[in-house]
């Protein structure tokens, strides 16, 4: 049985404006449903195949977040129902993203991924390619996608003022961003950032959406 109170725990020190995606990926429906009994209804999976299964055996008020790299092949999967998807990072995936939710009659809900990290990471626009994404003509031309914020990961490190610098940053585009009314179809209230390790770092640096798996499941 999953020990439930470090949830609760978890959720007390979370400021209220602060929504908790909980990280489900590679664990079993029992303990999913155990955290879903304590009242959380938004989970979050890296992987097209397990969010549809778990989406397909569990109940319907449960808000799902897509969080890891989406391949366009595998967008159809999952346009009838995911909430949001966390790690766009492509033109060429948005325009798929559009046309499943288009066929699906729906507005996906998006966040661009930026890449902040040191580390070498083969996913993540910077803020130069997210810029000219969001103004080019094919981006206008898409009525299905709503993109609802930011979402980034820092450099897995125990130097906070890395950490801090990284998560800083993310902060700064978001608002300026947020600012833009010049940007189509793009609604900004969502800074996705912060996982079991630093997320504490990143509510003091500005983020409102957590995704927190290992410290609530336990290790994977
Ligand atoms: C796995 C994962 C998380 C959760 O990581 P924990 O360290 O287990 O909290 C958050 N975000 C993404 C994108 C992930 O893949």
């Known amino acids: 049985m999953l020990n439930t109170s470090i949830y609760f725990e978890i959720k007390k020190t979370l400021p209220p404006k602060v929504t908790l995606v909980a990280v489900s990926k590679t664990k079993p429906v029992d303990d999913i449903l155990s955290i879903y009994q304590c009242g959380q209804r938004i989970f979050g999976e890296n992987k097209v195949q397990e969010l549809c299964s778990k989406f397909e055996s569990m109940p319907k008020d449960i808000e ?7 391949q366009s092949n595998k967008v159809k999967y999952i346009a009838p129902f995911v909430a949001l998807i966390h790690a766009v990072d492509s033109l060429k995936l948005l325009q798929e993203i559009n046309k499943q939710a288009q066929k699906n009659k729906r507005v996906i809900n998006c966040l661009l991924q ?15 390619e997210a810029i000219s994404i969001l103004h080019s003509p094919e981006f206008i031309a898409l009525e299905h996608i ?5 979402m980034g990961m820092a450099t897995n490190t125990d130097d906070q003022s890395i950490v801090k610098k990284e998560f800083t940053q993310l902060e700064n585009f ?3 961003l947020k600012k833009d009314n010049t940007i189509a179809h793009c609604n900004f209230s969502i800074l996705s950032m912060g996982m079991s390790n630093d997320y504490s770092l990143a509510i003091d640096c500005g983020s409102n959406m957590v ?6 499941f336990g290790n994977r």
């Open 211 to 216: 995704r927190i798996g290992s410290s609530i």
């Open 146 to 150: 709503n993109i609802v914020g930011l």
């Open 64 to 70: 799902w977040h897509l969080i890891g790299h989406l």
């Open 174 to 176: 978001y608002q300026e």
């Open 114 to 128: 930026i890449y902040i990290a040191k580390e070498e990471s083969k996913f993540g626009l910077d803020v130069d």
